[in-house]
């Protein structure tokens, strides 16, 4: 019964954790950058991946299933993607800007699957 205990608390951590470490994070920069536009563009920089695991962790509660070979393919189609009209608008394809757009797009994406999975959840749990 306490493994039990423990690995519900441990889920319920992950699943909450995107939006106490991006209001951490973003916090923390605002008093270290002191520009907000910089503070968001690190809190959505170092929190990318927590909203990334909990969607995989809460659609894997939600639907009893793993979506990780999905999410795989999806990320690197919209990768592939990015690549590609970067190319055609700049004909000079530069990683570095290229991936920080599809961190920034992948937050964007991770953070709308999440609000709709939370809401979800509520409504699915009554």
Request: glycine share 4%; net charge positive.
């Amino acid at each position: 019964m306490i493994i039990w205990d423990t690995a519900v608390y441990i889920l319920a951590f992950v699943v909450t954790l995107p939006i106490i470490a991006t209001l951490f994070v973003y916090a923390v920069s605002l008093n270290v950058y002191k520009h907000k536009s910089r503070a968001v563009h690190t809190a959505v920089d170092w929190t990318t991946a927590f909203y990334l695991i909990a969607v995989l962790v809460m659609f894997n509660i939600i639907f009893g299933q793993s979506f990780t070979g999905v999410m795989i393919a999806l990320l690197l189609t919209l990768f592939t993607i990015i690549v590609v009209v970067h190319w055609k608008l700049r004909q000079e394809i530069v990683f570095r800007n290229v991936f920080t757009f599809f961190w920034r797009i992948c937050f964007l994406l991770f953070l709308g699957l999440y609000c709709l999975l939370v809401l979800t959840g509520l409504i699915l749990s009554f």
